[in-house]
Each structure stands twice: as C-alpha cells, then as structure tokens.
C-alpha cells in the first residue's frame, strides 16, 4: 500500500473510532488516553533524525489527533499558526496590551443574568490561550453554587444550565461575518471535541469600530437572528447559547479582535463597561487552576477574569431584530 494512502486509512480510521467511542460511558477517558499518546510521534521524528526505520514508524502516532479532530479543524490550526506569525510581524512583536490599549468602544457583556468566567482574563496566567486574536477571549458558562454547569450525567447539551439561553449584541455595530451551518457538537462531560468543519462552530462577527470587531462564537444551530450587513444594537437578541465547534460544553465564546479574520487579527483586551464580579462560590471545584488577580476596576469599567462570576448591571432593555 502506498504511504499516502495508508495515512488516509489511519485517519478516517481514528475519525470512525473515534465519533463511535465516545458514544460509550467510559469511551471519553480511553479516548483522552488514546489522544495523548500521539505525542509518541516524537520518537518517529527521533527515528529520522537517526536513520532507524524502525522507530520511524513512531510518526504514525500522530495521526491519533483525528480521533477528536477532523482534518477541516486540523487545517484550520495551521491556518492559525500562519497568521500567528503574520499578526506578530504586521505589529513589530507588540501586540496590543491591556496598559496600552485604548479602547474605541464600549461593551456588555453578551448575555443576561449571572454568568461565570470559565477561561480568560488579561493576567499571563489566566489568558484563555490559542491563537493570537484569541489571546484575551472569554469562555463563559452558567455555574451553581455547588460549582457545577450542568446536571443529569452531562452528557446530553440540554443537561447544561447555559444551553439554549440568550445571546446579546455587546455593543453597537455591522454585522460581517455570520457562520450558522454546524450542528452541536456531542457532548461527554470528558473532552473537548469537534463535529463541525470550523472550530468556532457556529459564530457572529461584528464591526464596531475601525480596527474592532467581536467574536461570539459556538451559537446553537437555527439560532442566529442576524445576517451579514445588518445593524445591530447593544442588547439586541441575536442568537442563543449552543455547542457548535470545537468545544467540551456548552459556553460562549467572545473576543475582541482588530479585523474581521478569526486567523489573521490580534486579540484586544475588553474592558466592560458596567459590570458586577465577584469570586464564583465553589469555582475550584470546577478548576484547580489558580485565579488570583481576576478582577481590575478602572472607573466604570472592569477587566475580569477566570474564577469571577460577573453580570451587567444595567437594566437592558432587549430587541429583537425582524
Ligand atoms: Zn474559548
């Protein structure tokens, strides 16, 4: 068999294997196993390097990724690790910075009621990680005071308390960039994992000012209100809270980023305007990760962070687009 084509095999293999095993109760732990010994094809780079064929072969292991990952999201990393370098030599390496940064707009935070802040924040150590425009996003799920998100066995969407609820517009602005073709992702309460061509699933991105624009991004499916080229308002309804992408449960995603390419902007940090924190009850439960510092009051406005459980204290006043 050619090697070409015996890759193609491996990975439609581990795809297979993959969407059937985590189906199972106990299928997402040997996947998250399985998935990790990828890494092995580092032994298969060894190989080369050192002319033995044998552990050459090791570079097999890495076509275990496509156990969660299809070969689209697969793609779009690389797209990412380009524009990466791109966005870092377009910005002379300084890439915009929270001392720095002198934000154009002003923005709410994309939901009503209390919501918990699951990844992000503007500190090194609690920055949400990824690609460069994703540097100060936010992940965001509803919590209980038990420090769960969900109930049931967590392996059904409808289990998790934030699914289905309202996404709102943070700010003034056009419509440019709207995603609305991914189904939800099969949730284990184990891994993160993709059943979309695109990792964000399905998403919105708005033009608010020159050089800013925001992602909203794992909108369920049939749920976004709006289409490219509209106005919108703050606080206007324009989708609702799903599992479209890549993703380990239900959350929304929102970033702040200087152009309309997911792949090719840097990331902003977002100061919001009218805001209420406080440290989520029971958080570490969720996350062991440290969080401390979460939270930077300048004026009205507040830079948050993991570990916050955070709501707009304005009374909004929602719409509804026709
Ligand atoms: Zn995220």
């Known amino acids: 068999m050619q090697g070409w ?3 193609i ?3 439609l293999s581990c795809r297979i294997v993959g969407i059937v095993l985590r189906r199972f109760k106990a299928g997402g732990i040997i996947l998250v196993l399985l998935s990790k010994l990828m890494w092995l094809f580092l032994l298969g780079i060894l190989g080369s390097l050192i002319g033995n064929d044998a552990l050459a072969l090791f570079h097999y292991f890495f ?7 299809p070969l689209s999201v697969f793609i779009q990393s690389l797209y990412q690790l380009v524009g990466d370098t791109y966005v870092k030599i377009s910005h002379k390496n300084k890439l915009p910075a929270m001392e720095t940064y002198v934000q154009k707009g002003s923005y709410i935070l994309p939901f009503t009621g209390k919501w918990t802040v699951f990844n992000g924040g503007v500190n090194d150590n609690l920055l949400h990680g990824g690609s460069v425009s994703q540097k100060y996003a936010y992940d ?7 420090g769960k998100s969900f109930e049931g066995n967590g392996r059904s969407v409808q289990n998790y308390f934030c699914y289905g609820k309202e996404v709102i517009a943070p700010a003034d602005g056009t419509v440019v960039k709207v995603r609305r073709k991914s189904k939800d992702t099969f949730v284990d309460g184990v891994a993160a994992y993709c059943d979309s061509l695109d990792l964000r699933g399905n998403y919105i991105v708005i033009k ?4 800013e624009y925001s992602l909203i991004a794992h909108l369920a499916p049939n749920s976004i209100k ?6 919108v308002k703050q606080s206007e309804r324009i989708a609702i809270c799903g599992n479209t992408g890549n993703t380990s449960e239900p959350h929304i995603h929102f970033q702040l980023q200087t152009g309309k390419s997911f792949f090719l902007s840097a990331g902003l940090p977002i100061a919001f305007t009218d805001v209420v924190a406080q440290d989520k009850e029971n958080y570490s439960l969720m996350d062991k990760r440290p969080c401390a510092d979460n939270l930077k009051v300048v004026g009205n ?3 948050i962070g993991r570990g916050l459980e955070v709501e707009n204290t304005v009374k909004l006043t929602l719409y509804t687009s026709i």
């Open 5 to 7: 084509m015996l890759i």
């Open 9 to 11: 095999l491996i990975m």
């Open 63 to 69: 076509l275990l990724i496509f156990l969660s990952t």
């Open 140 to 146: 965001f799920i509803i919590a209980n005071d038990e």
């Open 208 to 211: 608010h000012h020159d050089k």
């Open 226 to 231: 709006v289409n490219v080229g509209d106005s």
């Open 301 to 303: 406005n507040s830079y």
